[in-house]
């Protein structure tokens, strides 16, 4: 079976463009989650959703990011305008349920914003 | 205090010892508690999930639980250069919050 497939791997971009990345969850899985990684901050959470919905958008930095799942099988993560700070990699994880069922990771999009 | 504690490393055992990695948490009602391992550059791996308390064995890898200290560890027998890595422990009641992950060399 396929796991979770994020696009692009990498992607450099000048700061004040719009990043968007994309994530395929696992197929059955009913939560994706969005996470950044950086050296100073570990893996923090960003958003995740059930169901194709929301739940809990608490750990998005500020309005310049936003997250949307369209349907069960895609979702996206816009940065909009980027800046140098928001340099990190990010990864996708899906699981069968939000709570207590072990997550798996995409590959995850290493982003440089210049 | 972070909600997820480990201590960061790193930490660094020969060839063929027991590799301790330790993990607390400060929300009593967590339930569920992951491993995972992450390579330098790559995404991070489940290695073992344990959900109640008292140790959990699979294969070279020990979890154990105790939820009224709230601590989890993984034990690594026979560590091998190929277990080096990061480290990170997951605890779940809502959703999953990581640790800052303990980074682990296993000398030759």
């Known amino acids: 079976d396929a796991g979770v497939i994020q696009s692009p791997r990498h992607e450099v971009t000048e700061m004040g463009q719009e990043v968007t990345l994309r994530c395929k969850p696992i197929?059955?899985?009913?939560?994706l989650f969005w996470y950044r990684q950086t050296m100073m901050r570990g893996l923090e959470l960003l958003i995740y959703?059930?169901?194709?919905?929301?739940?809990?958008d608490s750990g998005m930095p500020e309005d310049r990011f936003s997250a949307k799942m369209p349907n069960a099988s895609f979702s996206t993560l816009k940065i909009q305008p980027s800046e140098p700070r928001d340099s990190a990699v990010y990864f996708c994880?899906?699981?069968?349920?939000?709570?207590?069922?072990?997550?798996?990771f995409g590959d995850g999009t290493r982003l440089s914003i210049l | 205090q972070k909600e997820v504690e480990q201590n960061s490393g790193p930490l660094s055992v020969p060839e063929g010892a027991i590799a301790s990695l330790n993990c607390t948490y400060s929300?009593?009602?967590?339930?569920?508690f992951f491993w995972y391992r992450q390579y330098s550059g790559k995404s991070p791996e489940l290695i073992m999930f344990?959900?109640?308390?008292g140790d959990k064995e699979d294969g070279r890898f020990t979890a154990q639980l105790n939820k009224a200290s709230q601590y989890v560890s993984l034990l690594i027998r026979d560590s091998q250069p190929s277990d080096s890595a990061t480290y990170l422990c997951?605890?779940?009641?809502?959703?999953?919050?990581f640790g800052a992950g303990t980074r682990l060399t296993v000398k030759p």
């Open positions: 197929s059955g899985h009913n939560s």
């Open positions: 997951a605890v779940n009641k809502d959703d999953m919050r």
């Open positions: 994880a899906s699981s069968l349920a939000p709570g207590g069922q072990p997550q798996h």
């Open positions: 344990i959900y109640s308390n």
């Open positions: 929300d009593r009602g967590s339930q569920s």
């Open positions: 959703f059930n169901n194709n919905v929301p739940i809990d």
